[in-house]
T-cell receptor
Framework: GENVEQHPSTLSVQEGDSAVIKCTYS??????FPWYKQELGKGPQLIID?????GEKKDQRIAVTLNKTAKHFSLHITETQPEDSAVYFC??????????FGKGTMLLVSP | GAVVSQHPSRVICKSGTSVKIECRSL??????MFWYRQFPKQSLMLMAT?????????EQGVEKDKFLINHASLTLSTLTVTSAHPEDSSFYIC?????????FGQGTRLTVV
C-alpha cells in the first residue's frame, strides 16, 4: 500500500520567516495530495491540496509543490505568523480511495 | 467548505460501558465516511470506512465487534465503542468526502476511567 513520509517532525521559526515541510510517497499511482492543519484538540482542516496534473498551487501565503518524478511534495508557508502554529499533516491518495497520512509536523512560530 | 459535525467533543465514561459518537455531514450527503483514531502527538490511523446502507470495512487489527459502526443515512454515521477500557482512551475523528475532498469533524476526546 501507500507509504507517506513527512519531515521534519518539528519546526521552529521566527515570525515572518518561511516554513517548508516535505513529504514523499511511495505509490506512483497516487494523484491527490492534500495538506491539513490541526490545532490542539480539534480535527484537521484542509488548507490546500494539489492534484497530479499540476506542479504548483498557491493560496495567499501558502503554496504546495509537487514533483511526480521524485514522488515528493512540499508545503511552503511564507511570512509566518504565530497563529500558523499547529500540527500539519500531508496525505496522499489515489482517486476515490482512502487517504494515507504522514506522521505530522509540529510548527511553532515564535513572535 | 463542507461542514462535518462530530458529537460529543468530549466524553468520560466508566470501564465496561459503551459510548456512541456521531458524525454528521451538515450540508452535503456522504455515502462514505471514515473513522480515525489519533494518539497524542501521532498521526491519524484509519480504523474503518463507513458505507451508507451496508457494512463498514474495518482496517486490519481493528475489532469490529468492539467498534460498532452504523451508517443509517446519507448524513449520519455513528461509532460505538463497546465495553470501553482505559486503553480505548483516545481522540476519535470522522471525515466525509465531498467532491473527492475530505472534511473532518472536530474530533471526540474519549477518556475511559
Amino acid at each position: 500500500g501507500e507509504n507517506v513520509e513527512q519531515h521534519p517532525s518539528t519546526l521552529s521559526v521566527q515570525e515572518g520567516d518561511s516554513a517548508v515541510i516535505k513529504c514523499t510517497y511511495s505509490d506512483s499511482a497516487s494523484n491527490y495530495f492534500p495538506w491539513y492543519k490541526q490545532e490542539l484538540g480539534k480535527g484537521p482542516q484542509l488548507i490546500i491540496d494539489i492534484r497530479s496534473n499540476v506542479g504548483e498551487k498557491k493560496d495567499q501565503r501558502i503554496a504546495v509543490t509537487l514533483n511526480k518524478t521524485a514522488k515528493h511534495f512540499s508545503l511552503h508557508i511564507t511570512e509566518t505568523q504565530p497563529e500558523d502554529s499547529a500540527v500539519y499533516f500531508c496525505a496522499a491518495s489515489i482517486a476515490d480511495s482512502t487517504l494515507t497520512f504522514g506522521k505530522g509536523t509540529m510548527l511553532l512560530v515564535s513572535p | 467548505g463542507a461542514v462535518v459535525s462530530q458529537h460529543p467533543s468530549r466524553v468520560i465514561c466508566k470501564s465496561g460501558t459503551s459510548v456512541k459518537i456521531e458524525c454528521r455531514s451538515l450540508d452535503f450527503q456522504a455515502t462514505t465516511m471514515f473513522w480515525y483514531r489519533q494518539f497524542p502527538k501521532q498521526s491519524l490511523m484509519l480504523m474503518a470506512t463507513s458505507n451508507e446502507g451496508s457494512k463498514a470495512t474495518y482496517e486490519q487489527g481493528v475489532e469490529k465487534d468492539k467498534f460498532l459502526i452504523n451508517h443509517a443515512s446519507l448524513t449520519l454515521s455513528t461509532l460505538t465503542v463497546t465495553s470501553a477500557h482505559p486503553e480505548d482512551s483516545s481522540f476519535y475523528i470522522c471525515s466525509a468526502e465531498k467532491n473527492t475532498e475530505a472534511f473532518f469533524g472536530q474530533g471526540t476526546r474519549l477518556t475511559v476511567v
